[in-house]
Nanobody, 121 residues
Framework: QAQLVESGGGLVQPGGSLRLSCAAS????????MNWYRQAPGKQRELVAA???????DYADSVKGRFTISRDNAKNTVTLQMNSLKPEDTAVYYC???????????????WGQGTQVTVSS
């Protein structure tokens, strides 16, 4: 069993910055890929950024050059640095990770509770 907890959301003006963080805890053997998703009202959940255990990253086209994802394998944490924020970035942001737990033979996906990011003047 594992848990993911996000923090760092809030209200910010267009052009501003926020840093989201997510910590995985529990009976963890290893954490594979870690991701940030977001979902705006009336829209489907979309992948924003992903980072592999070795540090390789991938970003949605809409956030390239503005967002940076990183992780700390020793702490089982992932962060999303968001710069030059736009109103279109307003959404609930969710942390997601593939985790192998003790007693399990396969990785399972875990999700955080979500944190609200609102970009408005």
């Amino acid at each position: 069993q594992a848990q993911l907890v996000e923090s760092g959301g809030g209200l910010v003006q267009p052009g501003g910055s926020l840093r989201l963080s997510c910590a995985a805890s529990g009976s963890i053997v290893v954490v594979n890929v870690m991701n940030w998703y977001r979902q705006a009202p009336g829209k489907q959940r979309e992948l924003v950024a992903a980072v592999g255990r070795g540090g390789t990253t991938d970003y949605a086209d809409s956030v390239k050059g503005r967002f940076t994802i990183s992780r700390d394998n020793a702490k089982n944490t992932v962060t999303l640095q968001m710069n030059s924020l736009k109103p279109e970035d307003t959404a609930v942001y969710y942390c997601n990770a593939d985790v192998l737990t003790y007693g399990s033979t396969k990785f399972s996906a875990y999700w955080g509770q979500g944190t609200q990011v609102t970009v408005s003047s």
